[in-house]
């Protein structure tokens, strides 16, 4: 069935160092790639996502990659900050059509100040 | 952090007892979505609403019965329940089927359950 892996699982950096997550899928159907934030005792919330038409995306210090020729996709931070700290889902949608999502097992960031 | 509201927050409950979990969602959304997440797994999609008919049931063991009444509410009723179904339960709700702009999902605050 449909896959995702996401790596590492836990990344430890500096405060204003760079973090970057990657993530593979499987479904080559997949057009939509969301990343969540999920801070200790609090929900899942969506901080970016890129879609399969365009090859990388930003918002200030978080950027998003995607490679649909290899399936892999990744999540840049720069400038790290300890609210950064927090663990890290990547998504792939399920298909082409449809609205399920499936999720890597996450990273959990963490930046020393 | 209002949009999508989940009770109850945490729940105990024996293998015998039946329970029921209850998100709704005030954004006006018409897909609505239940996860599992335990330490070790990632987020397990475990039922998918569209216009509060059941499009997806991944594979989740029939102690595990989703309710949809209407695209703002949804419901998950336990019964039976085993050790190993603890974990946070999360409801979560997007605007519509796949679209330029509505794949988004909000999700809920979640329900801590642990199965004694």
């Known amino acids: 069935g449909e896959n995702v892996e996401q790596h590492p699982s836990t990344l430890s950096v500096q405060e204003g160092d760079s973090a970057v997550i990657k993530c593979t899928y499987s479904d080559s159907a997949s057009n939509y790639f969301p990343w969540y934030k999920q801070e200790l005792g609090k929900r899942p919330q969506l901080i970016i996502d890129i879609r399969s038409n365009v090859g990388e995306k930003k918002d200030q210090r978080i950027a998003v990659t995607l490679n649909k020729t290899a399936k892999h996709f990744s999540l840049h931070i720069t400038e790290t900050q300890p609210e950064d700290s927090a663990v890290y889902f990547c998504a792939a949608r399920k298909g082409q059509a449809g609205t399920a999502l499936i999720f890597g097992k996450g990273t959990t960031l963490s930046v020393s100040s | 952090e209002t949009g999508v509201t989940q009770t109850p927050r945490h729940l105990v409950m024996g293998m015998t007892n039946k329970k029921s979990l209850k998100c709704e969602q005030h954004?006006?959304?018409?897909?609505m979505y239940w996860y599992k997440q335990s330490a070790k797994k990632p987020l397990e999609l475990m039922f998918v609403y569209n216009f509060k008919e059941q499009t997806e049931n991944n594979s989740v063991p029939s102690r595990f019965s989703p309710e949809c009444p209407n695209s703002s509410h949804l419901f998950l009723h336990l019964h039976t329940l085993q050790p190993e179904d603890s974990a946070l339960y999360l409801c979560a709700s997007s605007p519509a089927t796949s679209g330029s702009s509505t794949d988004t999902q909000y999700f809920g605050p979640g329900t801590r359950l642990t199965v004694l």
């Open positions: 954004l006006g959304h018409n897909a």
